[in-house]
């Protein structure tokens, strides 16, 4: 009889936050799959808890996968895990759990913490849906993208950033969304948490502590901003084309584009704005 794949939710920082149900599967299994065995050790270790580990990240997934299912289909059980929160939420794991699927090997979630969900119950935006979008893209000028393909949705749009990425991005999304309400949580759990909610520009005026893990949940645009969106003057047009053209971030017909999508206009009256902030200064 085929074993079990139990997807195994462990704390992302407090060690205090790990399931009763999840520390027996973890003691039970013949094996746990981790994406960081040092990780997992010091949660194994502060539990007690026995159980042989081996590494499946992301750049040996694929090719190890196969040995693991076959494990899975001698009678093995095998616990997936990540460094920290629920597995295969912006880490490894989805190319394991859909092999084991196709084998028809049973798959168990066993639910607990996600930073995700902690910081959307702790932001007070109200509303019942909601979008993970994950991490930004890594340069400015698809990250800048990518926030405008999320620009107009009415949902809270939650996602996660490097600690030397978050100000770039927070300046993205100064750009791009406006001077939305942000609750930036960092280093949730652990000893040095802390989670504000502030409009975007007040994030980026006060100190912040540019170090730890981030979680961002950006209020999604209200109805009536959707409907009615503010129409550009040439001199606020002009700003804009000049934030994200500075630098060669983006070209002139990409940051055009943007700018349409922004303010909800054709890019041929983002064009005129901007003629006519020209000849107004000459």
Same mark, same amino acid.
Request: charged share 25%; no cysteine; glycine share 8%.
């Given at each position: 009889m085929p074993g079990t794949l139990y997807v195994v939710a462990t704390p992302i920082g407090n060690l205090e936050d790990v399931t009763l149900r999840a520390l027996r599967v973890l003691r039970e299994v013949s094996l746990i799959a981790a994406e960081d065995t040092r990780r997992t050790a010091r949660l194994l270790?502060?539990?007690?808890? %026995?159980?042989?580990?081996?590494s499946l990240?992301?750049? &040996?997934e694929r090719s190890k996968s196969g040995s693991l299912i076959a494990r899975l289909s001698q009678g093995d059980s095998i616990a997936l895990v990540s460094d920290a929160g629920t597995p295969v939420i912006s880490d490894p794991g989805a190319h394991f759990v859909a092999q084991a699927h196709e084998a028809g090997i049973r798959v168990e979630p066993v639910p607990?913490?996600?930073?995700?969900?902690? $910081?959307? %119950?702790?932001?007070? #935006? $109200?509303g019942s849906a909601f979008v993970f979008a994950g991490f930004p893209p890594n340069r400015s000028k698809p990250r800048l993208r990518w926030l405008a393909d999320l620009a107009h949705d009415q949902r809270v749009l939650i996602l996660y950033e490097a600690p030397h990425r978050i100000r770039p991005t927070l300046?993205?999304?100064? *750009?791009?969304?406006?001077?939305?309400?942000?609750?930036?949580?960092? /280093?949730?759990? !652990?000893?040095?948490? %802390? =989670?504000v909610v502030r409009p975007i520009s007040a994030l980026l005026?006060?100190?912040?502590?540019?170090?730890? /893990? #981030?979680? =961002?949940?950006?209020?999604?645009? %209200? +109805?009536?901003?959707?409907? &009615?969106? +503010?129409?550009?003057?040439?001199?606020?047009?002009?700003?804009? #084309?000049?934030?994200?053209?500075? !630098?060669?971030? =983006?070209?002139?017909?990409? $940051?055009?584009?943007?700018?349409?999508?922004?303010? *909800?206009?054709?890019?041929? /009256?983002? #064009?005129?704005?901007? /003629?006519?902030? !020209? &000849?107004?200064?000459?």
């Open positions: 270790q502060h539990y007690s808890i %026995s159980t042989r580990t081996t990240h992301e750049h &040996n607990g913490p996600s930073a995700t969900l902690s $910081a959307l %119950s702790a932001s007070g #935006f $109200a300046e993205d999304m100064l *750009q791009v969304f406006g001077d939305r309400r942000v609750a930036l949580g960092r /280093e949730l759990t !652990k000893a040095h948490e %802390s =989670l005026h006060d100190a912040l502590i540019e170090r730890g /893990e #981030f979680t =961002l949940v950006v209020e999604g645009i %209200s +109805p009536k901003d959707e409907g &009615n969106p +503010p129409l550009p003057t040439a001199a606020d047009t002009a700003v804009v #084309f000049g934030e994200l053209t500075n !630098k060669g971030r =983006l070209g002139r017909r990409e $940051a055009i584009k943007q700018i349409a999508t922004r303010f *909800q206009v054709p890019a041929r /009256e983002v #064009f005129r704005l901007l /003629e006519e902030h !020209k &000849n107004s200064v000459k």
